[in-house]
């Protein structure tokens, strides 16, 4: 997959009830989430994004509560790449089953707020456009390859189930 | 090599045998739990996979906990429509408002019980680690997956050993243990790992306070949380009205990445203060900070035996009048028996508020949210920004001792100061 997009930084242990606060999980509608989007922590972000830009953040992004309206929240505003030093681990399985791809990359303090970022997962590089800098991204094993691919875990029970 | 307990659960649930930490497995799910917060998702993403038969309806439970008694008409109608489909789905375990929370009732029925394998649609689903289980949370979408098929997919944890040594002080609960572990090891000091509870220590605690440990390995980024099974979870079981568990126990030569020894002689009552569960401190360090409500309840210590420590704490003293203190028993049962021993009287008449039983404003949701600058105590399990209300309000994580103590003097109190 490729991505290119603008980059929006964010901290170490950003947690779901940041990225969404709880008094807005009465609604699944990333549409309606997508305008409280990082609202604990970033008040100008929802109004900023565009689709196609990148979220970047350091250790645990997206600990805490399991509640997907926060990955849902990140999709509504058209984000479809966020690149971190480590997921938590639901958060991680709920990117994979909203089209959202999780990844893992250890030098996210060499990447700037509004660094242009090209990231191509089949090849394995992540390229810093702004600062014309290459870096190599690990792979993801086959089931997580199949998983994304598909589109989570939904159109994979449906395979499973055979229901076209 | 011997082999960890979470690793004889996971081999017993896969088909995969010979797998190491790092690999994927497909495991058969026990149990299934959801709520109305990841239930209605769940819902909406089960029904694109047709007319969808659910894997078990009688291995299925929709718990509606957080919302409830629904606080307006948004969250009625959300649970109107998981009621709906419990109907249509002819699930037999499905709770309604005032039932009781989630982590409290699915152990407390023997709905879930040692050596199995749970999953839930919530982030606290480690509770029953406790029980000698495998138990963790994931998303809705997850759980719309395990409806359809029964089985869902794990990264294969690493082990991490945690040996409690010596016996504790009285006023030690569970809480301490766990608040202590994170601050040592971090909100990620277990990403994706198993966190096994053991050591001579752990005969000083009781299922409650094991509940309540296991509840919030998740703050530390846990897979899953485990005590082995022994005389106390026996004892649980049967009075739980379970008889159909298994026993598994770590093998004595089983091998671990990581290994803590706590020594429980000298640990003294933890808090973890604002905004991170692993912000622990001795409750001596924080006396200076007053406080304006006081919550003790919820999945991590809304137990009986909770509320008894809590109790003999308050009784015959008077909250601090510059407190709101707020009672909410984790279950119906938990609330009658605290009624029939009475402790509901004994909290009332010191001025608590005792609401019914749900999440409550645990994380924002209703019954007690905090207003610009408020700060809270609470037995509760997070104290991110804005976790309980406005972004500007604290909490600050302790046990049910430090929070009746608390609730008395109005500012954090160890709870030998007025026991």
């Not at chain 1, 997907?68 to 709920?94: M, T």
């Not at chain 1, 791809?101 to 030098?107: A, G, M, N, S, V």
């Not at chain 2, 009624?339 to 645990?362: A, D, H, N």
Request: with cysteine; aromatic share 8%; proline share 4%.
């Amino acid at each position: 997959m490729i991505f290119k997009g603008r980059t929006f930084t964010f901290g170490d242990n950003i947690d779901t009830d940041v990225i969404i606060p709880t008094k807005y999980l009465v609604t699944n509608s990333p549409d309606e989430l997508k305008a409280h989007c990082m609202e604990g922590i970033d008040t100008e972000f929802a109004r900023d994004v565009c689709g196609n830009d990148i979220i970047v953040a350091g250790e645990n992004f997206g600990c805490g509560s399991s509640r997907e309206h926060a990955v849902l929240a990140i999709s509504g505003c058209g984000v479809r790449l966020i690149i971190a030093k480590s997921f938590a681990r639901i958060f991680f399985r709920n990117c994979l089953n909203r089209g959202i791809y999780p990844l893992e990359f250890k030098h996210t303090d060499q990447i700037d707020r509004g660094n242009i970022i090209f990231v191509d997962t089949d090849r394995g590089i992540l390229k810093n456009e702004t600062k014309n800098e290459e870096y190599e991204i690990p792979k993801f094993d086959a089931f997580i390859t199949e998983l994304i691919e598909l589109g989570g875990i939904i159109p994979y029970a449906r395979k499973q189930l055979n229901i076209r | 090599m011997g082999k960890a307990i979470t690793e004889k659960i996971l081999s017993d649930h896969s088909e995969q045998k010979d797998f190491k930490p790092g690999d994927i497995i497909d495991v058969k799910v026990d149990f299934l739990l959801t709520n109305d917060i990841s239930g209605p998702v769940a819902v909406q993403e089960f029904e694109k996979m047709g007319d969808g038969e659910l894997f078990d309806n009688n291995r299925v439970a929709i718990v509606l906990d957080h919302f409830t008694p629904n606080k307006d008409v948004v969250s009625a109608n959300v649970s109107k429509t998981m009621r709906d489909f419990a109907k249509s789905k002819g699930i037999t375990h499905f709770y309604d408002a005032g039932y009781g929370i989630e982590h409290v009732i699915l152990p407390q029925d023997g709905m879930v019980k040692s050596g199995d394998l749970v999953i839930g649609g919530d982030s606290h689903t480690t509770t029953y680690g406790a029980l000698g289980a495998f138990s963790t949370g994931v998303g809705s979408t997850d759980v719309a997956g395990i409806m359809a098929l029964g089985t869902t997919w794990l990264r294969v944890p690493e082990q991490m050993k945690f040996v409690l040594k010596g016996k504790p002080d009285k006023w030690i609960n569970g809480k301490d243990i766990i608040v202590y572990i994170i601050s040592k090891i971090g909100t990620d000091g277990a990403l994706g790992k198993s966190m096994e509870i053991t050591g001579d220590g752990v005969k000083y605690f009781d299922m409650d306070s094991r509940f309540t440990i296991c509840n919030m390995g998740i703050e530390a980024g846990a897979l899953n949380c485990i005590f082995n099974f022994d005389e106390i979870t026996e004892i649980y079981e049967k009075n739980a009205g379970v008889s159909n568990y298994k026993i598994y126990k770590s093998d004595e030569d089983a091998e671990y990445d990581y290994v803590m020894e706590i020594n429980l002689e000298e640990l003294q009552p933890m808090v973890a203060a604002p905004h991170m569960p692993s912000n622990g401190r001795p409750v001596t360090e924080l006396s200076d900070v007053n406080i304006d409500q006081v919550v003790i309840g919820s999945c991590t210590n809304g137990r009986i035996g909770d509320l008894r420590t809590a109790a003999q704490v308050v009784k015959g003293k008077k909250v601090s009048p510059n407190v709101r203190a707020l009672l909410i028993p984790g279950s119906r049962e938990v609330y009658l028996m605290a009624l029939r021993e009475g402790l509901i009287e004994i909290f009332t008449e010191s001025g608590f508020t005792v609401c019914s039983p749900s999440c409550g404003p645990c994380f924002g949701g209703h019954l007690g949210i905090l207003g610009r600058g408020e700060r809270c105590v609470s037995t509760t399990n997070r104290n991110f920004v804005g976790r309980m209300g406005d972004k500007s309000s604290e909490v600050y994580l302790a046990s049910p001792a430090v929070a009746a103590a608390t609730a008395i003097t109005g500012k954090i109190t160890s709870p030998t100061e007025v026991a």
